[in-house]
């Protein structure tokens, strides 16, 4: 299948702090990208569709101004969280598309480990 | 609006046996997606199957076999000869034909002991 990397993989920061993750489609370009989160022991939830040269269309319930989506190129998707919390510590985790078909299969990132202390 | 029920939360099986972990969906569309995905303890998600809603063979690959009834909107996985690798969180997953939304079940833990 297709390989999607994230980094970093894990990371611990301050509480006020930013952090960026980085989605990157590695044998593929990725027309289409979408950030989950998933807090310990549950489902993912989908948080934003990121769309490269347009901007990202965020789900119902998530803050934009809080979770930047940058996605610049056809391989590289950008997510920062602004001015961390506590409460946004989660796993984040990415998908790309293979190809702009919306039928096409959404293949995941290893995700990104959040601890906002 | 869409939703998958994994009723399961957690199986616990011995090694060799077989499994079945159990997937319903709700769904006014008549074309869509249904999904299967592993996450290993490392929590990259690992596709194994996409299915459109119009396909109702059951599939096998290997020691996976998945069972589509559209009668009952259930989307069954089944592991036969379970292993120790086989441990995981499995998503059942439901998608628009033409959207971009995957709608994740809750997840089942699947323990396989030795």
């Known amino acids: 299948g297709a390989v999607v990397s994230q980094h970093p993989s894990r990371v611990i920061c301050k509480s006020g702090t930013s952090v960026k993750i980085e989605c990157r489609s590695l044998d593929f370009q990725a027309t289409t990208m979408f950030w989950y989160r998933q807090f310990p022991k549950q489902s993912l939830m989908l948080m934003a569709t990121s769309n490269e040269g347009s901007k990202a269309t965020y789900e119902q319930g998530v803050e934009k101004d809080k979770f930047l989506i940058n996605h610049a190129s056809l391989t590289l998707s950008t997510l920062t969280v602004t001015s961390a919390h506590p409460e946004d510590s989660s796993f984040y985790i990415c998908?790309?598309?293979?190809?702009?078909?919306?039928?096409?299969?959404?293949?995941f990132g290893p995700g990104t480990r959040l601890l906002v202390l | 609006a869409q939703k998958v029920t994994q009723a399961q939360t957690e199986i616990s099986v011995v090694e060799k046996e077989d499994v079945t972990l159990d997937c319903v969906y709700e769904?006014?569309?008549?074309?869509?997606?249904l999904f299967w995905y592993k996450q290993p303890p490392s929590g990259e998600l690992v596709f194994l199957i996409r299915r459109n809603s119009f396909d109702e063979q059951n599939e096998i690959s290997g020691r996976y076999s998945w069972n589509f009834q559209k009668s009952t909107s259930s989307f069954n996985f089944t592991i036969t000869a379970s292993q120790v690798v086989d441990s995981a969180v499995y998503f059942c997953a439901l998608r628009k034909e033409y959207g971009n939304k995957l709608v994740f079940g809750a997840g089942t833990i699947l323990r396989v002991k030795s």
């Open positions: 769904t006014r569309d008549t074309t869509y997606y």
């Open positions: 998908s790309a598309r293979v190809g702009p078909d919306p039928r096409e299969t959404q293949y």
